[in-house]
């Protein structure tokens, strides 16, 4: 291994304006030379990806020229003027070229992304095989627990964060996208110095599992689930046991640790804890919405018909969200104080409803956006509208956006896809209704509607 650094220098236009010998004379065997664009491909898309993201990177460096392949480690420091660059174990090859590890970025798997990840988990490569569904739009730099909703195994565990721990691979950590399941796998990268630099690997689009058949005399299965019985009576109970609890102080837990209350941790073990406390806030509603789904769909359920207010409740709702949408920049206009709607609806049952249209609402809206909510009488019936700047929902999507395990069609890798559902199960229930009008790029209007009650 040869120790001697080689450095060079990247203007702001990508072009090699000092390098030692060996650089230089890789350069100009690439038929180019000082002053000018740099030729070394896969060199100039790393000094760009560091530019991009404004940060340091550390990364296994490919290259030929006319007799040898060459295998290096580069280091990508920016600054406003450019780019410096410390090229260190400077080997050649004569015949082949260097080994790549088992899900080297040029795999060729079909129905697959190839990734790559630094050591906090930011995404800094992704690129698709021919047949895989269409990359995600902006994912440059963002967190790999953003781009892909993990998915515990069957012992609640997330290979990714174990082997991100033990610094070493990982395979078989299923996941979520904005467009499939899929399936991860990792090596775990080092530079020089055995330093660990982060991930790179595959995300193979998951195998299609076969509904489950019902047998005769047994509960009910939901093919989205498995083997989970809906139609036991005692699975909401169990749910609540054998979950909410573990997942309650697993979530609190993570945020302690993230919030650095018991001392100063590394920054980065902070990171990771902020996304398992994230997980498991997910996992949490899952088990909420399961819970409500085994209700609302058992036989005879009804909701109680209190005297409510549409209004006062849309303020309530705004108020449990309101962090929540002043984190994105986002203005939530809400209705008035003197602005009443008296209906009639299980009190609880229509926050959570109007809660759901809100969270969605400011999910889907841009940052520094607006979300207008408000309150209306139609003849007989009482109706609070939430309306968002999103990207809309075409009329294809509109038709199936209440069914089960729909995400709105819309970009995004959260959420059940039974939130609307239970929505519109819960206002039905009230002897009211939930519709929805919108158009792409026009954003989303969702309105609740309910019987009217005479004003006091």
Not at 58 to 63: D, M, T, V
Not at 89 to 104: E, F, G, K, N, S
């Amino acid at each position: 291994m040869n120790e001697r650094i080689i450095r060079g220098r990247i203007d702001r236009a990508g072009a090699l304006v000092s390098a030692d010998a060996p650089l230089l004379r890789l350069q100009q065997r690439a038929g180019s030379g000082l002053d000018k664009p740099l030729a070394l491909p896969h060199l100039a898309r790393l000094v760009t990806l560091a530019l991009r993201l404004h940060r340091d990177i550390s990364r296994p460096l490919y290259a030929a020229d006319d007799h040898s392949d060459i295998h290096a480690l580069v280091r990508i420091t920016p600054d406003d003027e450019g780019a410096s660059l410390e090229i260190t174990d400077w080997r050649t090859r004569p015949i082949a070229l260097p080994q790549m590890p088992p899900v080297a970025e040029d795999a060729a798997v079909p129905r697959s992304w190839t990734w790559e990840c630094d050591q906090q988990l930011r995404m800094i490569a992704l690129r698709g095989a021919p047949d895989a569904p269409a990359l995600p739009a902006g994912w440059e730099g963002r967190s790999l627990s953003e781009l892909f909703e993990l998915q515990p195994d069957e012992e609640g565990r997330f290979a990714v964060l174990r082997a991100l721990a033990r610094q070493s691979r990982f395979e078989g950590q299923r996941v979520r996208t904005s467009v499939t399941a899929m399936t991860l796998s990792g090596e775990a990268l080092f530079d020089a110095t055995g330093r660990f630099t982060g991930f790179r690997g595959l995300a193979v689009v998951a195998e299609a599992q076969e509904p489950a058949e019902s047998k005769g005399g047994g509960a009910l299965v939901d093919p989205a689930f498995g083997s989970l019985p809906l139609s036991d009576p005692q699975f909401g109970r169990r749910i609540d046991g054998a979950l909410r609890g573990p997942l309650s102080r697993i979530i609190a837990t993570a945020e302690t640790i993230s919030g650095q209350f018991d001392g100063p941790i590394r920054a980065d073990y902070a990171r990771y804890a902020g996304d398992i406390a994230h997980a498991g806030r997910h996992l949490l509603g899952l088990v909420d919405d399961l819970a409500d789904l085994q209700n609302i769909e058992r036989p005879g359920f009804k909701a109680a018909a209190d005297e409510i207010d549409l209004g006062d409740l849309a303020r309530r709702a705004v108020g449990l969200l309101g962090m929540k949408a002043e984190e994105k920049g986002i203005r939530i206009d809400a209705p008035r104080t003197d602005d009443r709607a008296p209906a009639t609806g299980e009190f609880r049952r229509v926050l959570q409803v109007l809660l759901n249209l809100l969270g969605n609402a400011i999910r889907y809206s841009p940052e520094h956006s607006q979300i207008w909510i408000r309150v209306d009488r139609d003849g007989d019936r009482a109706t609070v509208t939430v309306a968002d700047q999103g990207q809309g929902i075409d009329a294809a999507q509109q038709a199936v956006v209440f069914e089960k395990f729909e995400r709105l069609g819309r970009t995004d890798s959260g959420g059940s896809g039974l939130g609307l559902y239970i929505a519109r199960r819960l206002a039905r229930a009230m002897d009211g209704d939930l519709t929805v009008d919108s158009a792409p790029g026009q954003g989303a209007r969702f309105t609740l509607s309910l019987p009217a009650r005479d004003a006091e």
